[in-house]
């Protein structure tokens, strides 16, 4: 139960998983200073949920039905710079943290993080101040500060946003007609974007797109 002297700060969750939501909405819930606003399972019922609710920080997860947490934090960065935004995914930090970072979120945690470090993450944000694991952290800052020479770009890099979005959906099963569905684009631009993903991983074949794809997945 909430203390009744303390304002909590509001939060949006986009999940489009209802079992996350709710175990998220449980968890932030239970804290005196934190409660869940509103909850939304894809881009669309973000936006509506961003404008009924206006919460204090979003919770958005990198996978989304229909489209991606990228493409919501895009559309977030055109309302406002204010709005603090925590990525909470399954994906590998390694190869896509920085690339959510740079179009606009404030942090980013992975699902297998521990239930106090999620909330850790969250106040920092809430704070004004970012979040990334300790790990990732120091990667960075050897990589900018170039005192790792073996470290080279991170491949994810190299992508276009909408051919990480591909990427993404390759990863989670998606046949290529299903991401065309997905994205609103045709099968031949899919299989083009495919086809350059593949240029610049150095993939020879369609397997090795989806090996690639699926691991960066920490299950």
Request: proline share 3%.
């Amino acid at each position: 139960m909430n203390d009744p002297g303390i304002q909590p700060r509001s939060v949006l969750i986009v999940d489009d998983h209802p079992i996350v939501r709710q175990g998220l909405s449980q968890l932030i819930n239970a804290e005196d200073d934190l409660e869940v606003s509103g909850n939304a399972a894809t881009v669309e019922e973000a936006l509506q949920s961003l404008g009924e609710s206006d919460p204090d920080v979003v919770i958005v997860d990198l996978s989304l039905a229909h489209s991606d947490g990228l493409e919501l934090i895009k559309e977030i960065r055109k309302e406002t710079r204010h709005l603090p935004v925590l990525v909470l995914s399954m994906h590998d930090e390694n190869m896509y943290a920085e690339r959510l970072l740079s179009a606009g979120a404030n942090g980013y945690i992975m699902k297998q993080a521990a239930a106090d470090q999620l909330l850790i993450a969250l106040r920092r944000v809430l704070a004004g101040g970012g979040y990334v694991s300790e790990h990732l952290g120091a990667s960075m800052i050897e990589r900018i500060a170039g005192n790792d020479p073996k470290q080279t770009s991170n491949p994810i890099e190299r992508l276009s946003n909408r051919e990480l979005q591909v990427l993404n959906l390759v990863g989670r099963g998606k046949t290529t007609r299903e991401v065309a569905e997905n994205l609103t684009l045709s099968v031949k631009t899919v299989e083009s974007h495919r086809q350059r993903i593949k240029k610049k991983l150095n993939l020879q074949t369609s397997a090795q797109l989806v090996q690639f794809a699926v691991s960066s997945y920490t299950q």
